[in-house]
């Protein structure tokens, strides 16, 4: 009895079916893919946030505070970054995951002006150093100055007033954010928004040719939106359509 083969039309009848399950699966698969670093990543805020309360309460309620407002959001001491080590967390805490860009920086933090001990799981360093982390901080500088002269931009539309925080007893600490995901951009008015995020070239591009990142990435013209954490304990999901430029420039947003 002669064996039928499958035809030329018959084979390539299957590799169009297959085509199209993997056009309608792969997306869906990065959806999900996705959805699990943002629960990872809001995890990862809400370990922060408590390590900068525990950090308050042995501080007479005042939070680890940049030096001064040169500093980006993201950007933190490292006698901080020790103290939040000890208090349980990993490096790998400090990076989102959906921030593929940045992640790479896990095995020896992004430093300024300091050293990883692996031996001792610490950092070493002069006064001022300082390690340029995955997520911003919305923080007060130690003099009060972003109080003062630095008004966080958009302060009162959509997801409510805003302020820089000192301390864990500010008033409706459950409103204010602390630890926000990095999503920043470079104002360019060809750019759908007007911005461009993703990679960004930031102010430290021209010194160090070093290209800065936005976690959860839609497009390179458009972030999905990030985790908040609050000085009150919890952390949400807000969409990029609840977010508005709030600081600097490149600007950060949240």
Known sequence: ???????????????????????????????????ARQKSCASQIRQQVFAFTMYANENDGKLPLPKHTGYWLWDLDIQTVNFMLDSGMSKEMFYCPSNASMIKDIDHFWTFNCDWDAQKQRLTGSSGSFIVSGYCYVLDDEKGQRTKNVPIRNAQNKTGPKKWPRTIHEKNAANIELCVDATLSEEDSSMKYGYKFGDIIGGTWSQIQVTDRTSHLKSVEEPLGGNIGFLGGHVEWRHFRDMESRYGGPAFWW
């Not at 390539?12 to 869906?28: G, W």
């Open 1 to 35: 009895m002669k064996k039928r083969a499958f035809t030329l039309i018959e084979l390539l009848v299957v590799i169009a079916v297959i085509a199209v399950l993997m056009a309608i699966l792969i997306p869906a698969l990065n959806k999900v893919r996705e959805q």
